[in-house]
Structures are given as structure tokens and as C-alpha cells.
């Protein structure tokens, strides 16, 4: 007989990014994955690390290519509410961003008080 854990890994590594998302999600607050632990601090909240886990599974860095912060809070909290989750606020999103993709910069388009950071 397989071992249940065996098993279960076996099964989650079978499911599409967006339903791994989804399945991390609803897991409870005491439960994290080793994966993201290696890559985040301890001392994020789970869903400080759900949202570092979706912005690793949805987005990759493109230096021909930009996407406005506000687009990708946007596409996030869409995920969120289908999932049924509580989102992160949009100033932490941001810090996230910057945490999982250090490398990308800021570029205001637009006048001043009307720009957009993508």
C-alpha cells in the first residue's frame, strides 16, 4: 500500500498551476510549504507567501515587456475572490512584487499626479 503523503504529493504535483494555487490557499495557517519557506521569510504571514506562490506561478520577468502594478494587483485580486481568500493589501502587493522579482524598476508614465507605475 502507497504511503498517504506519497500519494498526496503525487496527486498535487498532477494539478495545474491555478488549482495548486487554489488548493494552497485553503490550506490551514499552520500548514506551509517547504518551497516557499526555502524562498520567504519566516516571518510572512500565509498570505503574504499565497501571494509570492501566485506571483511565481503567473508571472515571469520580461525586460521587453511591461505590466502595470495596478493591472497585476488587479488580476490577483480576481484569483482571491474566485479562490474565496482574503487578499493582501495593495502597498504590501507592491513590496511583494519587488521581493519576488528584485530586479525590475519603476517607470512613471503619465504627468505628475496622473502617472501610472507599471
Given at each position: 500500500?502507497?504511503?498517504?503523503?506519497?500519494?498526496?504529493?503525487?496527486?498535487?504535483?498532477e494539478?495545474?498551476?491555478?488549482?495548486?494555487l487554489?488548493?494552497?490557499?485553503k490550506?490551514?495557517?499552520?500548514?506551509?510549504?517547504?518551497?516557499?519557506?526555502?524562498?520567504t521569510p519566516t516571518?510572512?504571514?500565509?498570505?503574504?507567501?499565497?501571494a509570492?506562490?501566485?506571483?511565481q506561478c503567473?508571472?515571469?520577468?520580461?525586460?521587453?515587456?511591461?505590466v502595470?502594478?495596478q493591472e497585476?494587483?488587479?488580476?490577483?485580486?480576481?484569483?482571491c475572490?474566485?479562490?474565496g481568500?482574503l487578499?493582501?493589501?495593495?502597498?504590501?502587493?507592491?513590496?511583494?512584487?519587488?521581493m519576488?522579482?528584485?530586479t525590475?524598476?519603476?517607470?512613471?508614465?503619465?504627468?505628475?499626479?496622473?502617472?501610472?507605475?507599471?
Amino acid at each position: 500500500m502507497e504511503d498517504p503523503v506519497q500519494y498526496l504529493l503525487k496527486q498535487v504535483t498532477e494539478l495545474s498551476d491555478e488549482e495548486r494555487l487554489q488548493f494552497f490557499m485553503k490550506l490551514p495557517n499552520e500548514v506551509t510549504s517547504d518551497e516557499l519557506d526555502k524562498d520567504t521569510p519566516t516571518s510572512m504571514s500565509t498570505r503574504s507567501k499565497a501571494a509570492v506562490s501566485w506571483l511565481q506561478c503567473k508571472y515571469e520577468e520580461d525586460k521587453s515587456t511591461s505590466v502595470s502594478k495596478q493591472e497585476t494587483y488587479d488580476h490577483y485580486m480576481i484569483d482571491c475572490e474566485t479562490a474565496g481568500q482574503l487578499p493582501i493589501s495593495g502597498g504590501d502587493f507592491g513590496k511583494i512584487i519587488k521581493m519576488v522579482f528584485p530586479t525590475i524598476y519603476n517607470r512613471r508614465l503619465g504627468q505628475r499626479g496622473q502617472s501610472k507605475y507599471p
